[in-house]
């Protein structure tokens, strides 16, 4: 079973288009976060969610909104894509004990493109 | 906030030698330093971690030392093997703060020859 999981694994848009990426953990994790990976490698924290409340919301343009439902996803939507949108997100989750965060599993990340 | 800073950007050895990374942060609260291998193509996976009250640690060819007063802390790879070639990532976190988030080095692109 794969523990974090993200769909879709590949995605190809127009700009101006809306799109949606879904994570999921079943690690029990009660942290879950979106990083977004640009051509560098440069890994850039954008939102965590702790029980489904943000904890984190780093510089990013409000065309990116996460969303949890519950403790176990963190789904990002991105309304009117641009093109530097194009990177790869990676969703990860970890669990907090006594409000200190523990080691980050990352899903398989998806590759968007946006032309 | 944080600021870690990840040295070389990129590093080739022969198989067989070792590879050293290093990095530094700037924020004397961070307490937790982990090592992130990213094979290409694949996800970020822990290799490696280190919390504030230890100095060195080692996982067989693998290893980290912390110098808490010069805030470096590096990774070690010694008898490297072709699969060793992958982004290294550093990172360190407080994590008693804002529930661990980790502020990561740019990476270090390790190849290793044959």
């Known amino acids: 079973d794969t523990a974090v999981s993200q769909t879709p694994k590949y995605l190809v848009t127009q700009m101006g288009n809306d799109k949606s990426i879904k994570c999921e953990q079943n690690?029990?994790?009660?942290?879950m976060y979106w990083y977004k990976q640009d051509s560098k490698k440069f890994l850039k924290i954008m939102f965590s969610?702790?029980?489904?409340?943000?904890?984190i919301n780093e510089t990013v343009p409000n065309r990116f909104s996460p969303k949890s439902p519950d403790k176990a996803h963190l789904n990002l939507h991105i309304n009117s894509l641009e093109l530097g949108d194009s990177a790869v997100y990676f969703c990860?989750?970890?669990?907090?004990?006594?409000?200190?965060?523990?080691?980050?599993?990352f899903g398989a990340g998806t590759r968007l493109s946006v032309l | 906030g944080e600021n870690v800073e990840q040295h070389p950007s990129t590093l080739s050895v022969q198989e067989g030698d070792s590879a050293v990374i290093k990095c530094t942060y700037s924020?004397?609260?961070?307490?937790?330093f982990p090592w992130y291998k990213q094979e290409l193509g694949k996800r970020p996976q822990l290799i490696i971690d280190?919390?504030?009250?230890?100095g060195e640690k080692k996982d067989q060819r693998i290893a980290v030392t912390l110098n808490k007063t010069a805030k470096h802390f590096s990774l070690h790879i010694t008898e490297t093997q072709p699969e060793d070639s992958a982004v290294y990532f550093c990172?360190?976190?407080?994590?008693?703060?804002?529930?661990?988030?980790?502020?990561f080095g740019r990476g270090t692109q390790l190849t290793v020859w044959p």
């Open positions: 969610y702790n029980n489904k409340e943000l904890i």
């Open positions: 990860a989750s970890s669990h907090s004990d006594r409000g200190t965060a523990g080691i980050q599993y």
């Open positions: 990172a360190a976190s407080n994590r008693g703060s804002t529930l661990g988030r980790l502020y």
């Open positions: 924020d004397s609260a961070s307490n937790y």
């Open positions: 690690l029990g994790h009660d942290t």
């Open positions: 280190i919390r504030s009250n230890v």
